[in-house]
T-cell receptor
Framework: GQSLEQPSEVTAVEGAIVQINCTYQ??????LSWYQQHDGGAPTFLSY????GLEETGRFSSFLSRSDSYGYLLLQELQMKDSASYFC?????????????FGSGTRLQVQP | EAGVAQSPRYKIIEKRQSVAFWCNPI?????LYWYQQILGQGPKLLIQ????????DSQLPKDRFSAERLKGVDSTLKIQPAKLEDSAVYLC???????????FGQGTRLTVV
């Protein structure tokens, strides 16, 4: 099975940089994904790391280290609208069973 | 492109009653998922369909939950009878095999009283 650990809450100020960590235990997975979810909204895809290293998408970057069973999401130039919950997730290496297993989520509060 | 549609958005029922949720995935997406998200937690898979066949229902409480996707498009999830601990948001998602992004609906917020 898979389990993913994230900090429950992070607070930062507008314009700052914040890093949300994700450590995992899994028997095998395709890659590490990140999703954003505003209160009452749908989870939306942010980023995916298939290989070790850094992936950059605008203000968001994501990093994966399979040897350390660790990844993180980096948010730069924080804006108030970035206040949301962020989830790391993996898909298992089981034929056909492609469902995402999510971490418990990190609630980001951006303060003025 | 239209997103994943779910209805109703909210539902309040008494324990032991039954309830059904509906999902229409993105056109052309063969894979459909139902997730349960309890407040403060990440989504947890209930069932995965590939077209109209069940791929994974290992985490579905089959004594009270059922789901179907008869024509390989729309899907319904039913709970009968509901328990207090079923209070959660029920999310439907769809995607295409071989891609990395799953698309989620807004979910149905169920409150069991």
């Amino acid at each position: 099975g898979q389990s993913l650990e994230q900090p429950s809450e992070v607070t930062a100020v507008e314009g700052a940089i914040v890093q949300i960590n994700c450590t995992y235990q899994t028997s095998g997975f395709y890659g590490l994904s990140w999703y954003q979810q505003h209160d009452g909204g749908a989870p939306t895809f942010l980023s995916y790391n298939a290989l070790d290293g850094l992936e950059e998408t605008g203000r968001f970057s994501s990093f994966l280290s399979r040897s350390d069973s660790y990844g993180y999401l980096l948010l730069q130039e924080l804006q108030m609208k970035d206040s949301a919950s962020y989830f790391c997730a993996v898909r298992a290496l089981l034929t056909g069973r492609r469902a995402l297993t999510f971490g418990s989520g990190t609630r980001l509060q951006v303060q003025p | 492109e239209a997103g994943v549609a779910q209805s109703p958005r909210y539902k309040i029922i008494e324990k032991r009653q039954s309830v059904a949720f509906w999902c229409n995935p993105i056109s052309g997406h063969a894979t459909l998922y139902w997730y349960q998200q309890i407040l403060g937690q990440g989504p947890k898979l209930l069932i995965q369909f590939q077209n109209n066949g069940v791929v994974d229902d290992s985490q579905l409480p089959k004594d009270r939950f059922s789901a179907e996707r008869l024509k390989g498009v729309d899907s319904t999830l039913k709970i009968q009878p509901a328990k207090l601990e079923d209070s959660a948001v029920y999310l439907c998602a769809s995607d295409v095999t071989g891609t990395t992004e799953a698309f989620f609906g807004q979910g149905t917020r169920l409150t069991v009283v």
